[in-house]
């Protein structure tokens, strides 16, 4: 492979793409930037990035701001469990470590959202040690590369992979070609590979063999559970019911609407009298496994009453709090009839 891997280095010099966090790489940057682009492509993860460089410039900043705003500033984002981690790890670095990322695989392991990716990459991009790793563009790349037929989700073919990676990497920049691997992944060995672009072709196996295309193997997908809601929106004199997510759930710290199933009667639920006022476009959002359709309307409360678990909030005060991605959509339209009415 030593004629490839001068390929592919040749290749990355030419054609990795511009991004901010590729301009420093610093133990910090590594980590932030990493944990926003699990799941999330790298052209959505820049001004999240970016913004987020700029509210929190190191791991101290990070670790004394609330928690709330750090959320807000994930908003969008998604796979919110990402950014209360990051804020946990920051609180961890400041008390264990003097707010700095340590440079051992053992330490990394400790810092709470760190997995075996990210430990990898920082030990790769930051710290330039010889380091694997192996997220899933390069899974993809080296089940092809090297024929790899075992299910990707089994450990006999996680095991290969690592193995491989880790024989691949030269003793000289190491770190070049960790990230060209990714890179390659994401931009020509993608579901669709790209082959007759590749600085690698002539000694890939799933090339050669013609499988390209059929690898890597994946166990079938989850079924996707389809859920209806109803999304009343209780109003009394400018302000608003919401309730908070507590506790370790997906949602957590996330403010959402009253919302129940559809065929869920759910008029007791608030005390006093309600009178219809407005209905909102319906909404469609995915989270996990589940594709929701929320049905939004908004009510008239005649009086202000407490209801356990929610708060009442003002619009701007609405505003300036982190909502889930379909709430939001329906924060969005609120904010927009709001408008409309008062211009
Ligand atoms: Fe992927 Fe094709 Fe390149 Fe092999 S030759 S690494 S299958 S793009």
């Not at 109803?230 to 370790?248: S, W």
């Not at 589940?290 to 407490?306: D, F, G, H, N, R």
């Amino acid at each position: 492979m030593k004629m490839s891997l001068k390929f592919l280095k040749e290749w990355f010099e030419g054609e990795k793409r511009d991004f901010p966090w590729r301009k420093e790489h610093t133990p910090y940057r590594v980590w932030v930037s990493e944990v926003m682009l699990q799941q999330t492509r790298a052209s959505v993860v820049v001004p999240y990035f970016e913004r987020w460089m700029a509210r929190f410039p190191t791991v101290e900043v990070l670790a004394k701001a609330p928690l709330d705003e750090v959320i807000k500033l994930w908003e969008g984002l998604g796979y919110y469990s990402r950014a209360r981690s990051l804020h946990a790890g920051a609180q961890y670095l400041v008390e264990h470590h003097g707010g700095k990322l340590p440079d051992t695989a053992e330490e990394l392991r400790q810092v709470k959202g760190i997995g075996p990716y990210t430990v990898g990459a920082i030990l790769s991009f930051a710290f330039h040690k010889k380091a694997a790793a192996i997220d899933g563009n390069v899974s993809r790349v080296i089940s092809r590369l090297f024929g790899i037929e075992e299910e990707l989700e089994t450990s006999l073919a996680k095991g290969k992979i690592r193995q491989k990676v880790e024989e691949l990497l030269p003793d000289t920049e190491p770190w070049v070609i960790m990230e060209a691997l990714i890179e390659l992944g994401a931009q020509v060995c993608t579901r669709n590979p790209g082959c007759s672009l590749c600085p690698m072709r002539e000694e890939c196996v799933g090339y050669l063999t013609g499988k390209a295309d059929l690898l890597p193997r994946k166990k079938k997908r989850a079924k996707v559970t389809y859920l209806e809601r109803t999304v009343p929106l209780i109003c009394h004199d400018g302000a608003y019911l919401v309730q908070r997510h507590e506790g370790k759930e997906v949602m957590a710290g996330l403010y959402e609407f009253p919302y129940f199933s559809k065929e869920e009667p759910w008029e007791a639920f608030f005390p006093g009298l309600l009178t219809l006022a407005n209905r909102f476009p319906d909404v469609k959002h995915t989270f996990t496994r589940y594709q929701v359709t929320l049905y939004p309307t908004l009510w008239e409360a005649s009086t202000k009453e407490e209801v356990a678990g929610f708060s009442w909030k003002t619009l701007a005060e609405l505003l300036a709090l982190p909502f889930s991605s379909g709430h939001r959509q329906i924060l969005t339209h609120l904010k927009e009839a709001y408008a409309n009415t008062t211009h």
